[in-house]
């Protein structure tokens, strides 16, 4: 990421608006069972508030520094229900059909190119057990984001088009919705 998206990502600013406002209306009606996965973890807004909500939640964080943060900031002694694993999202290495539900919050725009997207929603697909649910959010794309993101990966979801991506991946009952700039959407594993 670069300076500037640092920056904003590790703002207390940032972290209030993603676990008070976009974790809440992305899961509003979701039970995140016993085991939740959250992709891309990063600087741990959203992991904060997931930690609640399931008695184990395992982060995956491709960067190995943020990875390294992430267990520091949430150490097994402390925290025994919350695994952090240094791995790609595309490939992770899980066990497959371990998780109850799978979550990720403004991370995709950074996988790219979009076929390692697409390996992503069907590693996800792998990990959750069938009937499990997968949701997250990302942003609607935009000038200002890419601008935003110069030097950075960026590269956005048509929410038109992720229905048929997620379905492909072996995804049901796929639901998007858009608030202004940003989108959330749901899913059920097959």
């Known amino acids: 990421m670069n300076t ?19 974790v809440p209306w992305c899961l509003a009606d979701l039970d995140p069972g016993k085991e939740l996965l959250e992709l891309g973890g990063g600087f741990g807004a ?13 982060i995956v964080e491709r960067d190995p520094v943020l990875a390294q943060q992430l ?3 949430f150490p097994r002694a402390e925290f025994p229900g919350v695994e952090v694993c240094q791995a790609d999202a595309t490939a992770t290495q899980l066990p497959a059909g371990a998780f109850d539900a799978a979550v990720c919050f403004t991370m995709l725009h950074h996988v790219s190119p979009e076929t390692a997207q697409d390996q992503l929603f ?18 609607v794309a935009s000038e200002r984001l890419r601008d935003f993101h110069d030097g950075d990966i960026y590269q956005p979801i048509d929410v038109q088009g992720l229905p048929d ?8 009952d796929v639901r998007t919705e858009v608030q202004e700039r940003i989108f959330r959407f749901r899913c059920i594993r097959a």
């Not at 500037?4 to 976009?22: F, K, N």
């Not at 959203?46 to 395992?58: G, K, N, S, V, Y």
């Not at 959750?128 to 949701?135: D, H, N, Q, S, V």
């Open 165 to 172: 991506r997620l379905r492909a991946a072996g995804f049901v």
């Open 4 to 22: 500037d998206h640092d920056r904003l990502c590790s703002s207390p600013e940032w972290a209030e608006y993603i676990a008070g406002e976009i």
């Open 71 to 73: 267990a520091e900031r």
């Open 122 to 139: 069907t590693e996800v697909a792998r990990l959750l057990r069938p009937g499990a649910w997968f949701a997250g959010t990302d942003s």
């Open 46 to 58: 959203a992991t904060a508030r997931l930690i609640d909500l399931a008695p184990r939640l395992t």
